[in-house]
């Protein structure tokens, strides 16, 4: 189980191991991901997490296909969050649809990702 909770640094497969959950969860939801951005500097969460021995953080940032349902937003950020604790969500960015009421434009999503 704990394979499943934290990403492995090893030669960058974090980052592809991460970028597979999330095309998955995309593709559950009616997504596009249309960049991702890795840093290595992580970022702190926005509310306190427990401190584990070998487990650090890295911030990603994604990207989606504007403009994107907002049902379809919120599935997809549901489907992140719901995850085995792998990554969380630490903060979105839509703005609303000036033309569809029922739709966002240039939404991202910021992302900590727990690798060891």
Known sequence: KAEQIVAATKQYQY???IIND???????????????????TGVKPTSPQPQ??????ISATLTLKSPLSF????RFVKAI?????????????????TVDVNAVVNPSIGLVVYVR
């Open 52 to 57: 584990v021995a070998g487990v650090k953080t």
């Open 15 to 17: 980052q592809d191991q």
């Open 81 to 97: 969050e719901q995850n085995l604790t792998k990554m969380q969500i630490s903060g979105v960015n839509i703005t609303p649809d």
């Open 22 to 40: 999330i095309n998955h969860y995309a593709e559950q939801t009616g997504v596009e991901v249309t960049a991702y951005n890795f840093t290595a």
């Open 71 to 74: 049902d379809s937003y919120l």
